[in-house]
């Protein structure tokens, strides 16, 4: 006999998972694989072993050419979270984008810590390119006030996604009393945060609040895309779809082709510089795989 719960918590090959009534038991997989990520509804016997998993509405998750890394199952927003300091890469951004549109995720980027004023300006002008895309953005200081960002949380399954030192685990303990989440302080000489999650960890938001679920995990600094085809990543820049098929030549790589409407909507200044950059770095990738 079996029963199914949904994974809240991962801690490598073992799991966290949630009955309908409540209740909480320590899952494991049958095998040497641990091919579940937090969202994921299981099946379990009653000692505990995982047997599978049922169908996803999706899955984020992360890649290089040797292995993936699962970050969460059957969401419905990603919440990245950059902050004015330590600075964020803005590369890493429109990976994550990527890997939403990939998998038809609700995106929003959170700008955090901005209580901290000076360094304001150079993090609105890095996010400029994703907002005049029409990329949603919220500022606000999760120390001082982390509530206007439970109107875009309530009745989605959220995961919260950034570098570390963003700020994720500060804005977890604000919304989600309970949580307990870790938070260390910030590594000046290095200019990143020390990770403080270690495992993904999902939470129900209060129903005073209009309820929702919240995903934290652990801070990433590098956000591979190797399971994208070269024609997902194109797509995936939502500024080029209405160009796709345009320009002259079918497989043109919008570098030193002529007649390249990528090209020529970079000159109109319909695409920022940035962002073609950051196409050619994550398609670079792909000759490589």
Known sequence: MSEQGTITAAFGRHYEVEFADGRLVQGFPKGKKSPYAVGDIVELTQDGQITSHLPRKNLLYRSDAYRQK????????????VATEPSFSDLLLSRALLAA???????????????????????????APFVVLGYPLLTLSAVEDATPLLPFLAGETSVLVGQSGMGKSTLTNALVPHAAAAIREISTALDSGKHTTTYARL??????????????????????LAHL???????????????????????????????????????????HPRRLAHYHQIMSETSLR
Request: charged share 20%; aromatic share 4%.
């Open 203 to 224: 939470y129900h938001l209060p129903p005073s609040s209009a309820g929702g679920n919240l995903i934290d995990c652990p801070g990433v600094q590098a956000f591979g």
């Open 101 to 127: 549109e990939h998998e038809g995720l609700r995106p929003l980027i959170v700008l955090n810590k901005c209580d901290l004023t000076a360094a304001l300006p150079a993090a609105h002008d890095l996010l």
């Open 229 to 271: 085809s070269p024609r997902e990543i194109e797509s995936g820049f939502i500024e080029f779809r209405s160009l796709m098929g345009k320009c002259r030549f079918r497989d043109c790589k919008h570098g030193a082709e002529p007649d390249c409407a990528v090209k020529a909507a970079l000159a109109s200044g319909t695409i």
């Open 70 to 81: 699962l970050i969460a199952a059957n969401v419905t927003q990603l919440v990245l979270v």
